[in-house]
T-cell receptor, first 112, second 117 residues
Framework: AQSVTQLGSHVSVSEGALVLLRCNYSSSVPPYLFWYVQYPNQGLQLLLKYTTGATLVKGINGFEAEFKKSETSFHLTKPSAHMSDAAEYFCAASGGYQKVTFGTGTKLQVIP | GAVVSQHPSWVICKSGTSVKIECRSLDFQATTMFWYRQFPKQSLMLMATSNEGSKATYEQGVEKDKFLINHASLTLSTLTVTSAHPEDSSFYIC?????????????FGDGTRLSIL
């Protein structure tokens, strides 16, 4: 069974600072990995995904994530935080089928 | 592309009422859709997998008779909360994928905020 761990339920950064949201997965085989963002009272929007190939994946809104098999990690980064990045972020993993396992989420606060 | 529409976005009703939530894939066909429940400040909890033309697969602890799922077509799944009570108040979200494999990301509806008085 897969599990997804997000370290830090809340992360605060200053506007313009680096954003780093951590995600580790536990799986017997490398899963497919996703990052989603959720704004209040909305569904989830896909930021980026890793399936195969290049381990550094770029997503929307300037976010990127790197798949590191040796560390079983898929951390999300953005060089410079904007106020509009304030939201909740979910890391997720799936295996050969569509069923997805979500992390517990990290709420990002951006301080002006 | 890959848009999922969920309706209604907000429901307030009296205890004992049944509430139906619709989830539609607008520009793709989905043989499988998923229904989640999200409690405040928590992650998404998978309730059930909705399969077109067959019975839904419920996760452990989810009452089948309480949460009725019907996947009538390749673009529509419905979740009916029967005889809703205040403890059923929550944020319900559906998702679907254009593809079959796990490498296909889920696309989510905007969710339904259900408040039972």
């Amino acid at each position: 069974a897969q599990s997804v761990t997000q370290l830090g339920s809340h992360v605060s950064v200053s506007e313009g600072a680096l954003v780093l949201l951590r995600c580790n997965y536990s799986s017997s085989v490398p899963p497919y990995l996703f990052w989603y963002v959720q704004y209040p009272n909305q569904g989830l929007q896909l930021l980026l995904k890793y399936t195969t190939g290049a381990t550094l994946v770029k997503g929307i809104n300037g976010f990127e994530a790197e798949f590191k098999k040796s560390e079983t990690s898929f951390h999300l980064t953005k060089p410079s935080a904007h106020m509009s990045d304030a939201a909740e972020y979910f890391c997720a993993a799936s295996g050969g089928y569509q069923k997805v396992t979500f992390g517990t989420g990290t709420k990002l606060q951006v301080i002006p | 592309g890959a848009v999922v529409s969920q309706h209604p976005s907000w429901v307030i009703c009296k205890s004992g009422t049944s509430v139906k939530i619709e989830c539609r894939s607008l520009d793709f066909q989905a043989t499988t859709m998923f229904w989640y429940r999200q409690f405040p400040k928590q992650s998404l909890m998978l309730m059930a997998t909705s399969n077109e033309g067959s019975k839904a697969t419920y996760e452990q602890g989810v009452e089948k008779d309480k949460f009725l799922i019907n996947h009538a077509s390749l673009t529509l799944s419905t979740l009916t909360v029967t005889s809703a009570h205040p403890e059923d108040s929550s944020f319900y979200i559906c998702s679907a994928s254009p593809g079959q494999g796990g490498n296909q990301p889920q696309h989510f509806g905007d969710g339904t905020r259900l408040s039972i008085l």
